[in-house]
């Protein structure tokens, strides 16, 4: 990278939640890089999240792994409690944990429908009302949703998937006014396809699937998590502080 | 952004030329562009002392196909390639429909949808040739949703834009060129000065942030946009408005 447009990002924190993988993971990655002080939450995997720390505090960040369900209240409340213990403020939310199976409709369950909108819904709104607390009282910070280009687009095999993320763009313009007041930016960023662990199968068993998006995409690739994590970066420093309810599609021009 | 070049129009004074110095603080070489040459001359000499950047003027009229075709040889020559455009040149119109006579209408509509089609079209073929672009448009919330204070002209103008960034992306992305643009509200600079203080304050009253934008908001926004970090975002319009319009 060449660039210097310096983020001014050192000295903060930031939560990435979901982030021993995929996304998640690189945009942990990127903030650590920028001196971002990251809580790198997980839910199951405690190992990758290790190795996402270590990672950051061998480039000479500081990281700590924090374990959470963000879809349960006081799970959350508690990844909150344990970052303000160890880091004394948070800065930036990066509400990225979720998950995206594709199923065709009549095969979607009610146990299904209701496990993708409390992990992708629910958490992201559970996540912001405890952080943003903590932001009203320290007088700002950036929320930043990482939402899908399936929240724009429907799709005929994520209708449980599509409605999460159409919910978290409307949470994210909602609340963009709602902490306005509060000096809290909330903007949203909405990924086309990136090739991560959670999708790379499907693809894998579904390669027309691969070749028809491809097709949509003018730039005719698929998103890297780094495409993604340098927007995270941007949106979280104060070049960004007059931006706020905005999606930001990220798709290779899918959706325009 | 380090040895890249960049065209910037309508650079000689507000949002134009924080673009132009931002750009260059990158590291790029910029080349600004007004048809004000002595503001545009003053802002160059002023851009290059504060960040030791090579920077040029050139006057032209962007509405005139003859003077862009002779910009673009200039920069050729000069620089051998270019590879940001920023369509910042544009006018203000407040009139209302009653008020617009067609004069009015095809002036605004001239200079700020026409001229960037005629800078744009002049630019692709060098930024083709090294398959690599990023071209910046300059549209306006008032192209999303209506003037507040603004004319029924302007408004236009600036939703043409937005269809040509989304048509203009799907045209240029074979060839690893890619145009978004960026829709500030009010913001404080010579053109935002004709507002009246009780206009200021409505848009003030309405933007959830709480104050008008800044110059600065709009060249940070572009600046990520001209950078390489940027390569998967293409036909996108960034707003850049403290919540005033949510889309």
């Given amino acids: ?256 | 952004m380090k040895d890249k070049i960049a065209f910037i129009t309508g650079a000689a004074r507000g949002i134009g030329k924080v673009i132009a110095l931002f750009l260059a603080k990158e590291g790029a070489n910029v080349i600004l562009n007004d048809i004000d040459e002595e503001a545009g001359q003053k802002a160059s000499q002023e851009i290059q002392r504060k960040t030791g950047a090579k920077v040029s003027f050139i006057k032209a009229n962007i509405t005139r196909e003859k003077e862009v075709k002779n910009i673009v040889s200039v920069i050729e020559k000069e620089f051998t390639n270019l590879h940001i455009l920023v369509n910042n040149a544009g006018i203000l119109s407040q009139e209302g429909i009653e008020e617009t006579n067609l004069h009015l209408w095809q002036k605004v509509l001239e200079i700020n949808l026409t001229g960037t089609f005629i800078c744009t079209k002049f630019a692709i073929p060098l930024m083709k040739k090294q398959r690599y672009g990023r071209i910046i448009n300059i549209s306006s919330v008032a192209g999303e949703c209506g003037g507040l204070n603004v004319g029924v002209a302007y408004a236009s103008s600036k939703a043409g834009i937005l269809g040509f960034t989304k048509s203009l992306a799907k045209d240029l992305a074979p060839f690893n060129i890619t145009v978004n643009a960026v829709a500030p509200s009010l913001i404080e600079t010579c053109m935002g000065k004709v507002f009246t203080p009780q206009q200021r304050q409505q848009v003030i009253n309405q933007t959830p942030l709480g104050r008008l934008g800044k110059p600065e908001d709009v060249a940070f926004a572009v600046s990520f946009l001209a950078s390489e970090k940027a390569g998967f975002i293409t036909g996108e319009i960034i707003d850049v408005n403290g919540g005033l319009f949510i889309n």
């Fill in chain 1, 1 to 256: 990278m060449i660039e210097n447009m310096d983020l001014k990002l050192e000295g903060k924190v930031g939560i990435v939640t979901g982030a021993s993988r995929g996304i998640g993971r690189e945009i942990a990655l990127t903030l650590g890089r920028y001196g971002v002080s990251v809580a790198v939450n997980y839910c199951k995997d405690s190992k990758s999240a290790q190795e996402v720390v270590e990672k950051i505090e061998n480039q000479q960040g500081r990281a700590i792994p924090v374990k959470a369900d963000v879809s349960n209240k006081d799970e959350v409340i508690q990844m909150v409690e344990k970052t303000l213990h160890q880091f004394s403020q948070i800065n930036i939310l990066v509400n990225n944990a979720g998950i995206c199976p594709f199923a065709e409709f009549f095969d979607i369950t009610e146990k299904m429908w209701d496990r993708v909108l409390s992990t992708n819904l629910k958490g992201a709104f559970l996540c912001c009302r405890y952080v943003a607390e903590v932001m009203k009282e320290q007088g700002g910070g950036k929320i930043v949703n990482i939402s899908s280009i399936s929240g724009i687009v429907g799709s005929a095999t994520q209708v449980h998937y599509c409605s999460s993320k159409g919910g978290e763009n409307m949470l994210t313009k909602s609340l963009a006014i709602a902490l306005a007041p509060y000096k809290i930016n909330v903007n949203a960023i909405l990924p086309g396809t990136v090739m991560t662990d959670s999708n790379r199968e499907y693809y894998r068993e579904n390669p027309e699937l691969e070749e028809e998006t491809l097709e949509r995409t003018p730039l005719k690739r698929f998103g890297s998590p780094a495409d993604i994590a340098e927007v995270v970066a941007f949106l979280c420093s104060e070049k960004a502080d007059w931006i706020t309810g905005s999606l930001w599609p990220i798709d290779g021009g899918f959706a325009s």
